[in-house]
């Protein structure tokens, strides 16, 4: 999700809530906890903003995305707006917490394109530092599962600029099917950027699951 649908201008006071470590499908009461083995996916907290701040705002990871917040409050400000975005049942947006840390050094976000998430966009970002670990694979993973069980997702769509080979290689390696260029559809730096345009179906994904090869149509 190249580009954020946080709007700082649109800032709300919010009250920041905790993360429960209890699986639930109340998802916008609050977020489950997603494990992995190398990983733990959890609702953003305030005292993660530090740490999305040196991960995200590098040259690397920024140039294929919206500005991120360029400040500690910033971020806070952010992380608060997804909470009421998540309360509201427009957005989902969880951090990566690798094993060994406490903090969240990326993001998986999904936001809904039609009422009750029937399709959604949904995007990623990680620290530089973090990239080919499988972090992304593995937490791409657990977030579609996510998605399509708890949400009922039927359509997840994603963007990606055509000169973020990287990006693109991993939506490919996850099983996204690309379905078409979208031309100078994303505005970054003062230029238009050509995206391409990708997509997971609810039903391929679960074919996935039990190692069944989805039908392109």
């Not at 700082?8 to 639930?24: I, Q, V, Y």
């Not at 990606?160 to 080979?165: P, R």
Request: hydrophobic share 40%; glycine share 12%.
């Amino acid at each position: 999700m190249e580009k954020m649908p946080y709007q700082a201008e649109l800032e709300r006071p919010a009250t920041m809530a905790t993360p429960s470590t209890a699986t639930t499908s109340d998802w916008r009461g609050v977020l489950p906890v997603l494990a992995g083995s190398n990983f733990t996916l959890r609702e953003l907290i305030a005292g993660d903003a530090p740490s999305l701040l040196a991960m995200l705002t590098t040259e690397e990871v920024s140039r294929f995305i919206s500005p991120p917040p360029t400040t500690v409050e910033g971020f806070e400000r952010f992380i608060a707006w997804t909470q009421q975005q998540r309360e509201q049942g427009h957005y989902v947006c969880y951090g990566v917490v690798p094993a060994g840390l406490t903090t969240a050094i990326g993001l998986f976000q999904l936001r809904a394109l039609e009422p009750s998430f029937g399709s959604c966009e949904w995007g990623f970002a990680l620290g530089s530092q973090f990239w080919g670990t499988g972090l992304f694979v593995d937490g791409a993973r657990a977030i579609l599962d996510f998605g399509v069980d708890l949400l009922g997702v039927q359509r997840f769509e994603a963007r990606a600029a055509v000169a973020n080979g990287r990006g693109n290689g991993a939506l490919r390696k996850i099983g996204a099917v690309q379905e078409g260029i979208l031309r100078r559809s994303f505005l970054r730096d003062g230029r238009y950027h050509d995206q391409v345009l990708w997509s997971i179906l609810g039903e391929d994904w679960r074919l996935q699951r039990i190692g069944q090869t989805p039908a392109v149509h």
